[in-house]
């Protein structure tokens, strides 16, 4: 399964092992418990092939070697989403994922729910049905003898439209949040936030026009508003991150930087590879690759080291600028900075109301829009990191490369998650075990920081960095969202232990 090997290649590979008397099943299909052909059920819906394995089987399975005594309910959070699987033949794939995310252990490992395959994206919304009547049935009956409770249904932009029954983001009524009306002027542009959109008014469709059909969702009780967030990795890193660079990089004249402060950040990138944890999915690359970055290392250059480089590349305004937008989804990501919350709807009003001036009218696009949303969505969803589609993204990027061929796409992609499910029967989560070492940066009980030079067992020799100033100051102290600058001359070494030691950090060189 690691190798995401061929189930021919398989079935040789065990020929061989027999030849020397090692004792393996002699199919690959045995081997991995693939369901007998003819016990999948596929049938014809949405205008394409459908099969459901169910919500509460893998309710079941996740949870299986889970302790849930001390929960009284599950957050469920599904995420519905297209993937383009053979561009050449126009096939896409849409699968239904659900995590558990008020269970830490499984919050980052979604499972499927339904499949749908076709040649165009589904033509109604009968590939929800079965999990919509089983969803209701388990928010009506529990599981296990607790609540179930649909928390959020993730999904992109044009997604989002297709679901709800709603014009898409680029119509003028297309905010899903406020009544604002749009402005075109070469693309939709959302000037202002409206009045923002309850349950009551959607259902009541009071705003005509945002409507296009009636969504089979309306049958659930849920807050058709609320329950579906604005999705942070497509609307900030994949959104205005992006944005951003595209326009240093390759826009108008007035905003592009020079070819040597590009050439500056693609160094620095190049430089701090090495820092990066391994925690982050992909390490920084240069600006020359721009087109081809994926959404995380926009958002390692939003959070981490956008901060650092652009406060020698972008003029003053601009840096400011870009800080409220670092700063502000900095504090709506974070639990422990949700003190700070007012601060960040302030820093993100300004970033939006600023654009404009800084770059054009046109600045104010549906994306920038939706920042005037997010502290609202983070504040209903507790953080944006329960409302952002990254891991449902990576499990999408396993479920095409369990593709080989264009044969019966969809039969191959069940037969690979039954046997994932058979072979690996606890799920684990995917954040790296916390045990410190060596070259690591650690924040301390004292909140002094500390570089790891040597680990035994449980006890350290550190480097503790005596000075720590803040990055910038301006438009907040950067000490206050956890940033600091430290220097390797006014530091001492330490032997301590690993209780003195709170969070894994991040320490990028100047
Ligand atoms: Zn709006």
Redesign the pocket.
């Known amino acids: 399964m690691k190798f995401n090997i061929s189930m021919t290649s398989l079935t040789h590979l065990l020929k061989i092992f027999k030849e020397h008397d090692i004792d393996v099943p002699a199919d690959g299909r045995t081997l991995l418990k693939t369901p007998r052909s003819g016990s999948l059920r596929i049938t014809e819906k949405s205008g394409g092939k459908y099969t459901y394995f169910g919500l509460k089987e893998g309710l079941t399975h996740t949870l299986s070697e889970q302790d849930t005594s001390k929960y009284d309910h599950f957050e469920i959070s599904l995420n519905i989403d297209g993937l383009p699987i053979f561009k050449s033949k126009n096939l896409t794939m849409w699968p239904l994922q659900c995590a558990v995310i008020n269970v830490d252990e499984v919050k980052n490992s979604p499972f499927v729910v339904a499949l749908f395959s076709g040649a165009k994206k589904p033509s109604d919304l009968e590939f929800l049905r079965d999990f919509m009547e089983e969803l209701q049935e388990l928010m009506e009956t529990g599981f296990k003898g607790k609540r179930i409770v649909l928390k959020n249904i993730i999904c992109d932009a044009p997604a989002r439209a297709l679901i709800k029954g709603i014009v898409q983001f680029n119509g003028r009524y297309g ?1 899903d ?2 009544d ?1 009306k749009g402005v075109h002027e070469s693309k939709m542009l ?1 000037l202002y ?2 009045n923002l959109r309850t349950n009551e008014s959607f259902r009541q469709k009071t705003n005509p026009e945002h409507h296009k059909t009636d969504s089979i969702l309306l049958n659930l009780d849920i807050d058709m508003i609320r329950k579906f967030p604005i999705d942070p990795m497509h609307c900030v890193d994949l959104g205005v991150t992006k944005r951003m660079l595209m326009l240093w990089k390759e826009g108008p004249l007035a905003h592009r930087l020079s070819d040597g402060h590009l050439s500056t950040i693609t160094y620095f990138h190049q430089a701090v590879r090495h820092h990066i944890p391994p925690e982050f999915n992909r390490k920084p690359r240069g600006l020359d690759e721009l087109k081809h970055w994926k959404a995380t290392e926009f958002r390692t250059f939003l959070l981490y080291t956008g901060p650092v480089i652009l406060k020698y590349v972008l003029d003053k305004k601009k840096y400011i600028h870009f800080l409220s937008l670092s700063i502000g989804m900095r504090i709506l990501y974070s639990e422990n900075l949700m003190e700070h919350r007012d601060y960040a709807d302030e820093l993100l009003t300004y970033f939006v109301e600023k654009g404009s001036s800084l770059y054009s009218m046109s600045f104010i696009s549906y994306n920038v ?2 920042l ?2 997010l502290t609202d969505v983070a504040n209903y969803n507790r953080s944006l990191h329960y409302c952002s589609a990254y891991k449902f993204e990576n499990n999408m990027g396993q479920i095409k490369r369990f593709i080989h061929g264009s044969s019966d796409p969809l039969i191959q992609v069940a037969n690979r998650l039954a046997e994932r499910q058979a072979i690996s029967s606890s799920k684990k989560s995917n954040v790296t075990s916390g045990t410190p070492k060596t070259k690591e940066c650690y924040r301390m009980t004292n909140d002094s920081y500390c570089l790891i030079h040597g680990v035994q067992e449980n006890l350290i020799f550190c480097e503790v960095f005596c000075r720590m100033e803040p990055l910038y100051t301006k438009p907040c102290d950067s000490r206050i969202i956890g940033i600091f600058k430290g220097f390797r001359d006014h530091t001492k070494m330490l032997h301590t232990d690993t209780t003195q030691l709170t969070h894994k950090a991040i320490m990028i060189p100047l």
Request: glycine share 10%; charged share 10%.
């Open positions: 905010c949040f406020c604002v959302f936030k409206g829009h939706c005037l949303h």
